[in-house]
């Protein structure tokens, strides 16, 4: 089976990943932040390895590297950690359900009202979009930084400029965009949300919440933190504050060596790789009158989302299974990002490479999709 599904997870993973995993499991076996004995340290140093890591890529404090089971949660915990009763949010309208749910969610219990902007291939398009929603009672713009559906990129450093003339914290979901596209807090967001086990080849259930200190959240879970046990009340100091219960200490030691991996590569190698591979598909399945493409006239990350007439996505996807190919067809948990595009009743076709593919792969899956019936 060939993995053209790496949106959903990247695989194979490098195998110093696996290496790490096993390691982890062998040798570091303690919980850490639970003690004084050995087999803590050893363990907490190793997790504070990674986080360190994490700090360097991009660009943070360490403090303010918080190790979450997925971005699902990063997010969660960024939007339901900075809205309050009342206020008022703003989405993209290519935002997957990790933040469009949380906001609708507070929508119902919490009175917070939100505006979704339409974006364009035109980044001042899409900022003056942005710019007309925002209102006295604004309290965040939550933005993707690539689509999950299209890989369309969004104008985050506009945005983050954006948001800091109106005080206010933008949160970006960076689950799809880090590892592929060069992106760190000195773009200027609030919050960066990531996934693991995406483009930086780390396993799953490992997320990251990234934030630079200017704002402080209010917490979704409380419970040990290995921190100020004596008291009842949440411990205030960061990272442990936003860390309650034990981590993925498997999980965040085998990511180590998925950041090296993205950064001894590099994100703008990987990103010219998979782009060349999506180039390549496009090209052959461009002149076949029963496929439609999706946005691919503006500036995406390497994916590339189409549909064949008279085949359903999932069917068509399951069709593909047979000869050889993970590929994801429906939804892709992105209910706004179909609105947009008018395909909630027949969601898409997602191609999505890494690293590890290659051109004869590429070729393969195109005879593939070339030669399947239609009505």
Known sequence: ????????????????????????????????????????????????????????????????????????????????GVLPQGSHVILSDHEHNAAARPVYALSKTKGVSFSVAQTYPDPKATLESFRKLIRPDTRAIVCTAASNVTGAVMPVKALSDLAKQHHIPLIVDAAQACGVLDLTLDDGMDFLCLSGHKALYGPTGTGLLISNGS??????????????????????????????????????????????????????????????????????????????????????????????????????????????????????????????LGTLDTGVVRFSPSLFNNFRQTDMLAGAILSLKTP
Request: charged share 20%.
């Open 215 to 340: 704002y402080q959240l209010d917490t979704i879970i409380e419970g040990g933190t290995g921190a100020t046990s004596a008291s009842l009340e949440q411990t205030p100091f960061l990272p442990e504050k936003l860390e309650s219960g034990t981590l993925n200490t498997v999980g965040i030691i085998a990511l180590a060596p998925g950041l090296d991996f993205v950064q001894k590569m590099t994100p703008k190698r990987i990103y010219d790789h998979e782009m060349s591979l999506c180039k390549r598909l496009e090209d052959r399945l461009r002149n076949d009158e029963r496929i439609t493409l999706y946005e691919t006239d503006r500036m995406r990350s390497p994916v590339l989302a189409f549909n064949i007439r008279g085949i359903h996505s999932e069917e068509a996807a399951r069709l593909l299974s047979r000869k050889g190919f993970a590929m994801r067809g429906g939804i892709q948990c992105a209910a706004l990002t179909h609105k947009t």
């Open 1 to 80: 089976m060939i993995n053209f599904d790496n949106s959903a997870t990247t695989y194979p993973k490098p195998a110093a990943v696996a290496n790490a995993a096993r390691a982890a499991l062998l040798h570091y076996g303690g919980n850490p932040g639970r003690g004084g004995h050995t087999l803590s340290l050893q363990a907490a140093q190793k997790v504070f390895e990674t986080r360190e890591k994490a700090a360097r890529m991009f660009k943070a404090q360490t403090e303010n590297v918080v190790f979450t089971p997925n971005c699902t949660f990063a997010l969660n915990m960024a939007i339901k």
